[in-house]
């Protein structure tokens, strides 16, 4: 379940009445791309409004990921906390009236409109989900608005324990263990031992043996958009960071970054 023990559904649901942090969000650096009514929840990230905005009328809450269902997928084991997490974004946005903000890409490519939402009371769904610990933040190298505030909700619940973050399938990876995640979404926690650039490829290592230890790596193309923002990978040796995205088994588990986003230094 999605609670610690004792913790009801009723009582989780309370808190969201209770957390006035979010009231107000800065919605003046994005773009509104329209108002509607959420009349139904595909899951805790995914909605459908009436009437239908830019053509499409399924609605990606862009920047977080929250407990997949399997919604037709064959073979789909539900993640946990998935239906908590579908009942907690309805607690937050549906019968509501929203209006929608742009981050960056319009639209993905399964046609779904990617947009922030606001309820007219100014709740923001994105970081009411992620500030009761039902999503994590899940950000692309062209839709990156709003990351850091998402980052630090995130953040926050995580250290309160709250929702998936009390439940092992969503806890923090180490370099030692991610071998064991290769395919799904993940967030690794550990010290770089090496950051070196080799041809055009940045390399920050986590262990002595690169063709084993956990690997982050940025190209070059997405180290145009590190300089962009001020942020050299090569200065992270000897610092502990967080990774955040999919592991694949590439000389050793590896996660392949497209933007800065994806790490945070750790200071908590």
């Keep these: 379940m999605m609670r610690k023990a004792g913790m009801s559904l009723s009582f989780v649901l309370a808190m ?21 009514r959420v009349v139904s929840i595909i899951d805790g990230d995914t909605v459908i409004i009436d009437p239908a905005i830019k053509g499409a009328d399924q609605i990606r809450l862009v920047g977080i990921q929250a407990p997949k269902l399997p919604l037709g997928r064959k073979n789909f084991t539900p993640w ?8 907690a974004l309805g607690a937050i946005v549906l019968n509501q009236m929203v209006t929608l903000y742009a981050g960056g890409q319009a639209m993905d490519r399964h046609g779904r409109l990617l947009a922030h939402l606001q309820t007219g009371d100014g709740v923001w769904a994105q970081g009411r989900m992620l500030a009761v610990g039902m999503a994590r933040v899940y950000s692309f190298a062209d839709n990156r608005k709003l990351i850091d505030l998402m980052l630090e909700q995130e953040r926050q619940a995580r250290r309160g324990g709250l929702g998936i973050w009390s439940h092992p ?3 923090l990876r180490t370099p030692l263990n991610a071998a064991a995640f290769i395919g799904r979404f993940e967030i690794i926690q550990g010290t770089v031992v090496q950051a070196r650039k080799v ?3 940045v390399y920050l290592n986590f262990g002595e043996n690169w063709r084993t230890d956990f690997t982050a790596s940025v190209d070059n193309r ?20 967080r990774v955040r995205g999919w592991l694949e088994d590439w000389n050793g588990p590896a996660v392949k970054l497209s933007h800065p986003e994806q790490i945070e230094i750790v200071n908590d």
């Design 199 to 201: 041809k055009t490829r």
């Design 169 to 171: 399938f969503y806890q």
């Design 80 to 87: 946990p906390l998935a239906s908590e997490a579908k009942t």
């Design 16 to 36: 969201f009445l209770a957390i006035n942090t979010l009231a107000a969000s800065p919605f003046n650096t994005l773009e509104a791309i329209g108002t509607a």
């Design 222 to 241: 997405a180290r145009k958009l590190f300089r962009k923002a001020g942020f050299d990978p090569l200065l992270l040796e000897g610092k502990t960071i």
